[in-house]
């Protein structure tokens, strides 16, 4: 079981919006920059959002992502066929000894 | 272009030893750590752990610690994470991925497929 909840599933129409949420405690998200990766089938995740909010260089700006509190949030706008991937969200954790942890992932499906 | 670039797919049987390797290319290999994830069948990512390659600073996941040795060589910009009794749950893809100081993997390697089977 994942140190950050993600939702299993989620899905939307092609030229929807969409979001995944991320929870986690004040060990985790609260304290420190989330990111997200994007894993399209049968490749390694890439790199989405970083920073919490920040896009790398190439990913379009209908990917967002956002944090409150012990929660984040990647935004997908104007969703493509091209978007159907697993999402995951990731950020350090300081409890016990420090280490990296992913949530368990969202698989996102454009109907 | 920044690449890590990581060695091929393997099948091997329980009790061996393994190591596998991620070459970094086209920055300062020694400026960034390299952290090492796995991937079982049909599961998520799950963080292993991370070196870094200018002194060998190695942190576990307390998931993998005992389990897997991460190290590197820096001379020929290479890390690697080596396991020296295989069990048939070892089987999955293992992902290396270069890791930012403020906290996010890019790029990633393209995995290598670790098969272990009697």
């Known amino acids: 079981q994942s140190v950050l909840t993600q939702p299993p599933s989620v899905s939307a129409a092609p030229g929807q919006k969409v979001t995944i949420s991320c929870s986690g405690s004040?060990?985790?998200?609260?304290?420190?920059?989330v990111s997200w990766y994007q894993q399209l089938p049968g490749t390694a995740p890439k790199l989405l959002i970083y920073?919490?909010?920040k896009r790398p260089s190439g990913i379009p700006d209908r990917f967002s992502g956002s944090k409150s509190g012990t929660s984040a949030t990647l935004g997908i706008t104007g969703l493509q066929t091209g978007d159907e991937a697993d999402y995951y969200c990731?950020?350090?954790?300081?409890?016990?000894?420090?280490?990296?942890?992913f949530g368990g992932g969202t698989k996102l499906t454009v109907l | 272009e920044v690449q890590l670039v990581q060695s091929g797919a393997e099948v091997k049987k329980p009790g061996e030893s393994l190591r596998i390797s991620c070459k970094g290319s086209?920055?300062?290999?020694?400026?960034?750590?390299i952290s090492w994830v796995r991937q079982m069948p049909g599961k998520g990512l799950e963080w292993m752990g991370r070196i870094d390659p200018s002194d060998s600073y190695t942190t576990y996941s307390p998931s993998f610690q005992g389990h897997v040795t991460i190290s590197t060589d820096k001379s020929i910009s290479t890390a690697y994470v080596q396991w020296s009794s295989l069990k048939a749950s070892d089987t999955a893809m293992y992902y290396c991925?270069?890791?930012?100081?403020?906290?996010?993997?890019?790029?990633w390697g393209q995995g290598t497929l670790v098969t272990v089977s009697s």
């Open positions: 991925a270069r890791y930012s100081n403020t906290g996010w993997f890019d790029p």
């Open positions: 920073d919490n909010n």
């Open positions: 004040s060990s985790n998200i609260g304290n420190n920059y």
């Open positions: 086209g920055y300062s290999f020694t400026t960034y750590w």
């Open positions: 990731g950020t350090w954790d300081s409890s016990l000894s420090a280490h990296w942890v």
